[in-house]
């Protein structure tokens, strides 16, 4: 299922570069590969290119230098990378509640943000497991205010995908038609 309010911000111009976001468990390192394939574009993990440019864990950052100090990496790092055209970028969980990685992305001509929805007990299933490298799965309340707060700003992106019964395939593909590139 796709939906785009009246009021969410259509992107007009050609679009060269596709943005996910979306919650933990989302599809987004999963969908993203496959959507960059079928396009013959690259894939980016913002995560990864952070990690790389830091020489530290996601987890090591904010750590060391706190949540606001990582927010402003991940905004510099998604401000660099989406200058780039034939991107398909996947952002970390929280990048949409920095506001100016917000309206940087929702701006920038050229580019489709997509949010890929799914239920808070998708996320559980789909991240069960990992919770040695997601501590916040450990505490369910923590993580259910987290979601609370976050799914508003996901759905300002341009277009958002319920993507909780879905194969990776068909939510790629359902990214693929809602962009026109197909």
Not at 75 to 85: E, K, N, P, Q, Y
């Amino acid at each position: 299922m796709t939906s785009a309010s009246d009021d969410q911000k259509k992107t007009t111009a050609p679009i060269k570069r596709v943005v996910l976001t979306g919650f933990m468990g989302s599809g987004k390192s999963t969908v993203g590969p496959l959507i960059a394939a079928r396009l013959g574009w690259r894939f980016v993990d913002a995560d990864n290119v952070i990690e790389d440019d830091a020489g530290l864990r996601i987890a090591e950052i904010f750590t060391r230098h706190g949540e606001a100090a990582f927010r402003d990496i991940e905004h510099t790092t998604i401000a660099r990378l989406v200058s780039g055209d034939g991107l398909v970028l996947a952002l970390g969980g929280g990048a949409i509640e920095h506001a100016e990685t917000r309206e940087l992305l929702l701006t920038v001509e050229g580019t489709l943000v997509v949010h890929l929805e799914v239920e808070l007990g998708t996320t559980l299933a789909r991240c069960k497991g990992t919770e040695s490298v997601r501590p916040i799965l450990a505490d369910r309340t923590h993580l259910e205010n987290r979601y609370a707060r976050r799914l508003p700003l996901y759905r300002i992106a341009h277009v958002s995908i319920t993507a909780d019964l879905m194969t990776p395939q068909e939510v790629a593909e359902a990214v693929m038609r809602t962009a026109r590139l197909v």
